[in-house]
Each structure stands twice: as structure tokens, then as C-alpha cells.
């Protein structure tokens, strides 16, 4: 017998697709797809219902917080106690006459007079400031009688919300009966910084803090960030310390935030003395959270640029560096300009390494300079929801609104700078 001739096998024999147990097979697959399909589906349902729950409850919560309650209070000025002459506050004393001036004592005296004994505690604590710039504006009124809009009570403020005791309802409604109370914009809110009272509060303070933070942050981690790219892609050799340094980044950009907190209370706190809660430091220290990031994005973009954009700048007599700033760079720049955008916004978002560093200080004023001392919107967030009035229950979801759409108007940016500039090949 010849061993060279293979052994002949047993006969292959069709598939029965009509038999049972194909038929079984088929089943099991077609319902294994469906299971997978209704898994993929309810994940998609999950995340969305607890992305409405968020944004339902915030906006529910928060909406208010943008709005204020004031009440009228009529002011007889030449009755009250207040010892100003109107000549007074005209040229450069008058900021220095009206410090002077018992206003606070001239509005409680109007306010029981207006609303009976007790009267005053339905204003808010800061009523006397409105009654103050009316008069710096006009101060012609203190010559006779004014109307004066000033801010309600927390109390009074809830009632007119309908979230108050049964005294705050009953003195709302007396209020509303004479027609003496309004709910309109609440630009304090819009307008001032941190406050003790919730009426006359304000996140404009923590809102300029963050745009300042983060343009300190841009202008460090931008520039760094992609400098390194190109020198990593496209002229640092390939051998064992390149990888330490790309394996370094891609760990770094995984590190917890409060590392890079403690890092930067390190460097630039206890040992470069730089000022204390200020957006310099705030900045710095987002920098180096932010900067892997942009490294990564923007390796992974030059990556993408086709090998054959560079063969054709050098083949016509390019240099080196003319081939990556006038080719690569601009290709790359999209990718590279949307991952920087996530890593502001992740950046934004912090809160653990700014409180390392301080930023979370009382300031009834928002920061002149980038040495100024300053907070942010998350810390500000954080401080309000510790605060046990009520009132800063709505504030806290308004300014978590505030949040959001700085968040979202960012992530917006970042999908139009890629449409816009995106290069297909």
C-alpha cells in the first residue's frame, strides 16, 4: 500500500438547515442578538433617565435661585433719624457721607412703621443697601418722601416661592393684598460675589474667578502641551527612555486631581511663596492636571496626519520644521484643539486640588488680577451647599446651572472647532 496517497475520510454530509437541531442553533442566536440589543438599549435608558433626574432636579431646584422677591418701603425722610444734608452728597464726599449716614437705622424705622412692629425682619439684612444707592443715585429723595424697592427676607422669599412656614405665607399674602411686593430677575445674583445672607449673594465673584483660572491654565498648558507632542512624534528617537516618558504621561493623566492639589501646595505655595488662593496658583495647578491630556490628544492627532503630507513637503525641499508647522501642525490642530477643550473642561470642573491650595476662602469681591485672591464656580458650589439657611438651597442648584452651561458652551466649542476644521483624506 502506497503511503504517499492520503487516506480518504468519511464523506462530509450537507447541513440540514430545516433539522431540529439546526433550527435550535438558530433560535439560541437570533435570541442571544435580541438580549444583547435590549441590554444595549436599557443602558442607553438608564443613562438617560438619570441625565434627566440631574438636569429635572437642578433646573426644578435652581430656577428659583434666579429669581428675587422685593418689597415697597416707603421712606419719610425728613421724619427719620437721618442727619445728611443733601449738599453733602454731591463731589467727592459723598461715598464718605453716606458711610456716616444710620441708613440701616432709617430703614428698620421705616419698615415698622410701614408693616407694624417687626417689621423689619421681612427685609433682607441688606435692604439698607438699595435704600443707600437710591439716595447716592438721586439724592434729591431724602428731601421728602421715596418708594424704594429693597430685597425680602429669606423668609418672605421662600413664601413667595411657596416653600415657607405658615407665618412667612400669611405675611406674604398681607404683603401681596397692599400690593407691596414684586418677584422679578435677581440681578444681585447675576452681579455680586460670595455673601452671609442668601438674598444678597451673587456667583459673578466665582464665575470671573474660573474664566481668569482657566486663561491662566490655557496659556501654561496649551503651549507645553503641544510643543511636546511634536517633539515626541515627530523627532524624539524611539528607544527606552522615550517609552518611560510616554508610559510617565499616559499614568499621569490617570493620577487622582488631589495629587496634583498637593503638588501644587508643594511647589508653588511652600516653596516659590506665590500668593495664596490666588488664580495664578489655581491656574498653575490645573496646568499640570491638564497638560497630559493635551499631550496625549495631540500625539494621537499628529498620528493621524497621512505619512505621505510630510514625503511630499520634504520632496519638494521643506525643512524639517517647515514640514511640521506649515503642514503637520495646522492638519493636527483640530484634534489637538478638541482634546485641549475636554481637558478645560474636566479642569473646570475640579474642585479637590483648588481646595489644596486655599481657593476656598470668604470673598465678597471678585478677583482684580491674577494675584488676587479668588474661588471658583465648583468651590463655591461646595461652600453653599454647607450652608445651613434655606436660602442657599435654590442658590446652590442655580449656581450648579451656572456650571453647566459653562461646561456645555465649552464642549459646544469644542464639536464646532472640529467640524469646522476637520480634514478628511
Known amino acids: 500500500m502506497n503511503s504517499a496517497i492520503p487516506a480518504v475520510g468519511p464523506a462530509r454530509v450537507p447541513t440540514d438547515w430545516k433539522g431540529a437541531a439546526m433550527q ?11 438580549r444583547f440589543r435590549l441590554l444595549g438599549l436599557f443602558s442607553v435608558l438608564l443613562s438617560a433617565a438619570f441625565l434627566a433626574f440631574l438636569l429635572i432636579t437642578m433646573v426644578g431646584n435652581g430656577a428659583r435661585g434666579f429669581t428675587q422677591t422685593e418689597i415697597r418701603l416707603a421712606v419719610d425722610f425728613p421724619k427719620s433719624s437721618l442727619m445728611i444734608d443733601a449738599a453733602a452728597l454731591h463731589g467727592a464726599g459723598a461715598q464718605a457721607a453716606l458711610a456716616s449716614a444710620d ?50 427676607a429669606t423668609t418672605i422669599d421662600l413664601a413667595a416661592k411657596g416653600d415657607a412656614a405658615p407665618e412667612a405665607e400669611a405675611a406674604y399674602k398681607k404683603l401681596q393684598d397692599a400690593g407691596a411686593v414684586k418677584t422679578g430677575i435677581n440681578l444681585t445674583f447675576l452681579t455680586k460675589a460670595d455673601s452671609t445672607d442668601p438674598t444678597l449673594v ?29 517633539y515626541l512624534e515627530e523627532y524624539a528617537p524611539r528607544n527606552r527612555w522615550t517609552d518611560l516618558i510616554e508610559v510617565s504621561i499616559n499614568n499621569l493623566a490617570a493620577v487622582p486631581s488631589i495629587i496634583f492639589g498637593l503638588l501644587g501646595l508643594a511647589v508653588f505655595l511652600n516653596f516659590m511663596h506665590l500668593p495664596r488662593s490666588a488664580p495664578l496658583v489655581g491656574g498653575l495647578t ?29 520632496g519638494i525641499g521643506a525643512s524639517r ?21 475636554i481637558g478645560m473642561a474636566r479642569a473646570l470642573g475640579e474642585t479637590a486640588p483648588l481646595l489644596m ?33 434655606r436660602g442657599f438651597v435654590e442658590k446652590t442648584s442655580a449656581a450648579i446651572i451656572v456650571l453647566l452651561v459653562f461646561l ?18
Open 202 to 230: 451673587g456667583i459673578w465673584g466665582a464665575l470671573k474667578g474660573s474664566l481668569v483660572t482657566m486663561f491662566v491654565t490655557i496659556l501654561i498648558a496649551f503651549p507645553i502641551g503641544v510643543l511636546s507632542a511634536l
Open 286 to 314: 490645573l496646568a499640570l492636571m491638564t497638560m497630559p491630556v493635551i499631550v496625549i490628544a495631540g500625539r494621537n492627532a499628529i498620528k493621524a496626519v497621512p505619512p505621505s503630507i510630510r514625503d511630499a513637503a520634504l
Open 357 to 389: 491650595i486655599g481657593m476656598r476662602a470668604f470673598l465678597a469681591s471678585p478677583p482684580g488680577g491674577i494675584t488676587d485672591p479668588a474661588t471658583v464656580l465648583p468651590v463655591q458650589i461646595f461652600l453653599w451647599s454647607d450652608e445651613v439657611s
Open 408 to 425: 456645555l458652551a465649552m464642549n459646544g466649542l469644542a464639536i464646532y472647532l472640529r467640524n469646522r476644521f476637520e480634514r478628511r483624506w
Open 103 to 152: 441708613i440701616e437705622g432709617v430703614v428698620a424705622q421705616a419698615a415698622d412703621a410701614a408693616f407694624g412692629e417687626g417689621g423689619a425682619r421681612m427685609l433682607s439684612d441688606g435692604a439698607w443697601l438699595s435704600v443707600r444707592d437710591a439716595i447716592a443715585e438721586n439724592p434729591a429723595i431724602i428731601e421728602g418722601k421715596a418708594e424704594i424697592w429693597v430685597p425680602a
Open 321 to 341: 520644521v517647515q514640514v511640521v508647522f506649515h503642514h503637520v501642525l495646522p492638519l493636527a490642530l483640530p484634534g489637538i484643539l478638541t482634546g485641549t477643550i
Open 24 to 34: 435550535n442553533r438558530i433560535r439560541r442566536r437570533y435570541a442571544s442578538e435580541r
